[in-house]
């Protein structure tokens, strides 16, 4: 056989280990989705949007709006909306308290981000500025550099925060002009931008990851 016959053979095989990992990883996703449960403030904000892309990756999805009924989930979303107003309604219904309790995975997108940072709840190692982009742009879609993904992901920044100030530990996922606008901090997972308004995914797979891993290692 030729070399070249060889080679193509090789390629055609790790074509075929390629799939067999995609196909693994796809059906565990699948699998995995639809035994976890995960909340989403719903106090204000987008956060139906939230609800509908988890559940389309066959997650169970509860809307919450008070404390108790934060029990027994395996993952929390704080959706993008008006910090301030999150902020006081989480404190009204006594939610900011059973947020800090939460101890499994978070994804907060734009104000959820706001709100977990260290001039809010304290709860991830970042501050950041609100509205930082400025007037003139408050709102625009850009591309978002992934690390480890040669795909950009399309982001919707509204109003957006703009990290100012990041803790040692905290990896930086995507960036946005040099601006790390992805980032995790241990189980939170913070975006500046909306995932949950496009229909790119990656974003909320990721989390579903980090649920899955947190509640096979709770299970231990
Ligand atoms: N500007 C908002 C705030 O300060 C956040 C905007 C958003 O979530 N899209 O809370």
Same mark, same amino acid.
């Given at each position: 056989m030729t070399v070249s016959g060889v080679l193509g053979r090789e390629r055609e095989a790790l074509g075929v280990v390629n799939r067999v990992a995609v196909l693994v990883v796809e059906s565990r996703l699948d699998r995995v989705g639809r035994n976890l449960r995960i909340g989403v403030? #719903? !106090?204000?904000? #987008? %956060?139906r949007e939230h609800v509908e892309a988890l559940r389309g990756l066959g997650a169970g999805v509860v809307e919450v709006r &008070?404390? /108790? /009924? &934060?029990?027994? !989930?395996?993952g929390l979303v704080i959706p993008g909306g008006e910090s301030t107003t999150i902020v006081r309604l989480a404190e009204l219904y006594g939610l900011d308290e059973a947020v800090r309790s939460f101890t499994g995975p978070v994804l907060g997108t734009c104000a959820g981000m706001i709100v977990v940072d260290r001039e809010h709840l @304290? !709860?991830? @190692?970042l501050v950041v500025d609100r509205n930082a982009y400025g007037r003139q742009v408050s709102s625009f879609e850009a591309d978002v550099e992934l690390a480890g993904d040669a795909i950009p992901l399309r982001g919707v920044f509204i109003r957006a925060p703009r990290i100012r100030s990041l803790g040692a530990d905290v990896e930086v996922l995507g960036e946005f002009e040099g601006d790390p606008v992805l980032v995790r901090d241990g189980r939170f997972l913070l975006a500046? %931008?909306?995932? /949950? &308004?496009? @229909? @790119?995914r990656r974003v909320h797979e990721l989390f579903l990851t980090m649920v899955e891993e947190a509640s096979s290692v709770g299970s231990l």
């Open positions: 403030l #719903a !106090l204000q904000g #987008a %956060f &008070l404390p /108790e /009924e &934060l029990a027994g !989930l395996d @304290d !709860l991830a @190692d500046s %931008f909306h995932p /949950e &308004l496009t @229909d @790119d």
